[in-house]
């Protein structure tokens, strides 16, 4: 499974960005994370191919939202209300056997795409 991730740039803070990923192959969910310099990298969202059900993480609630295409097996993340800790590469992932319990974990996807760079100008 190839994964592709589109769609970071420069933005303002309180602005917005869609990231989209697309995928050769689908899996149990497909998630997107970030890694700022310096920083270990961070869950951001999930979300299961069944019953699409979304996970998030603490930093992105409200602010952020994962959805998918189906027919174009893309997963899309929306970005809203940018602040400047959101800067970092934004890699997006698909998980073969993610269980709900482990959504949040790295090592709960197989498949991880090249990343993409958002950053966020105060």
């Known amino acids: 499974v190839q994964l592709q991730a589109s769609g970071g740039g420069l933005v303002q803070a309180g602005g917005s960005l869609r990231l989209s990923c697309a995928a050769s192959?689908?899996?149990?969910?497909m998630a997107w994370f970030r890694q700022a310099p310096g920083k270990e990298r961070e869950f951001v969202a999930a979300?299961?191919?069944?019953?699409?059900?979304?996970f998030y993480g603490d930093a992105v609630k409200g602010r952020f939202t994962i959805s998918r295409d189906r027919d174009k097996n893309t997963v899309y993340l929306q970005m809203n209300s940018l602040k400047p800790e959101d800067t970092a590469v934004y890699f997006c992932?698909?998980?073969?056997?993610?269980?709900?319990?482990?959504?949040?974990?790295?090592?709960?996807?197989?498949?991880w795409g090249q990343g993409t760079q958002v950053t966020v100008s105060s």
């Open positions: 992932a698909i998980g073969m056997g993610t269980i709900t319990s482990s959504v949040r974990r790295e090592s709960a996807y197989t498949y």
């Open positions: 192959g689908s899996g149990r969910a």
């Open positions: 979300l299961f191919r069944s019953g699409g059900t979304t």
